[in-house]
């Protein structure tokens, strides 16, 4: 019975993670009807139903929230051993996941994974997007990044990138009819660009910081986004101002397509780290690409 069911836990394993047949069936490369059908006929052998599916979602019963609890890691931590393995070929192979934010995708994972990438052409990274704070261990990744204050206290960090501020800019045009905002406060008086955490689900509230005394606004506005690019470019047309990282924003400031503001209330931030369990067990492939994104300063 174990032989038969093996193929079938990790299909519903994926099922569950991804609340989706469609991104399962398309990251396990198998079609949809094979894939409802091997969960069917686990279901069948178990004699419960692991799945209850509508038109709108699909979500684990209490039998599948179970099966994930107790099964997932074992099967998570087969996957990780068999990684391993390639220590014995000539060449690191394997899949690293990673979760970031698009800035950082942008600007500090991918121009150290290009060369990477390049001299170990069989190792394969994943890159997801979303500025959700999301919950690796549960979404199967193999490491997330965070700024440094944000990284949980079980997690091993190493530092990826240098400290960095975020700044409060708006275009030239956003303040003709407006007063340029004094304290973090008089945000509630200005149209903002809004950021969505999306596995929070609610609005991210800007962080301030001066003398000591720290501040957090939530701001409103008619323009809302889950990425810094899309808040960047609404920022340049004259949507409202935009909280973002000062790289981002600094050619466009010296052009004088944004203006700055508040500029004294935003210090210096910890620099992006890469977290991962403590109790992982590293493949080959992900310490060296852990060392390919070390920040050395």
């Not at 991918?110 to 052409?121: G, T």
């Not at 991962?276 to 300063?297: D, I, K, N, T």
Request: proline share 6%; glycine share 8%; net charge neutral.
């Amino acid at each position: 019975m174990l032989r038969g069911n093996v193929d079938d836990i990790i299909a519903f394993l994926a099922v569950a993670r991804e609340r989706s047949f469609t991104r399962a069936a398309a990251q396990l490369g198998v079609s949809q009807s094979a894939l409802s059908h091997a969960i069917r006929g686990l279901e069948e052998r178990l004699g419960l139903r692991l799945l209850t599916r509508t038109t709108r979602r699909v979500a684990p019963t209490e039998a599948g929230e179970r099966l994930i609890r107790e099964v997932g890691p074992k099967v998570e931590e087969i996957e990780t051993e068999l990684e391993a393995l390639t220590e014995l070929r000539e060449k690191p192979a394997g899949t690293v996941r990673i979760t970031a934010t698009d800035h950082v995708a942008d600007t500090i994972l991918w121009p150290k994974l290009a060369p990477f990438l390049s001299e170990y052409p069989d190792i394969k990274v994943e890159i997801s997007v979303d500025f959700g704070l999301t919950d690796i261990v549960a979404g199967r990744f193999d490491a997330g990044v965070r700024d440094g204050e944000q990284v949980e206290k079980d997690m091993i960090a190493v530092r990826i990138g240098p400290d960095f501020r975020f700044a409060v800019v708006g275009a030239p045009s956003y303040f003709t009819s407006r007063p340029a905002p004094r304290t973090p406060r008089d945000l509630v008086r200005h149209t903002c660009v809004n950021l969505r955490l999306t596995s929070a689900g609610g609005m991210y509230a800007w962080e301030f910081e001066k003398d000591g005394r720290e501040l957090q606004v939530r701001v409103d506005g008619q323009v809302a986004f889950n990425g810094s690019n899309q808040m960047l470019a609404a920022a340049l047309d004259g949507f409202g101002l935009a909280y973002l990282p000062e790289d981002a924003v600094r050619p466009h400031i010296e052009a004088g397509r944004l203006v700055r503001v508040l500029e004294d209330w935003c210090p210096p931030c910890p620099g992006f780290h890469l977290y991962y369990p403590s109790r992982r067990q590293s493949s080959p492939a992900f310490r060296l690409l852990v060392e390919a994104l070390r920040y050395r300063g």
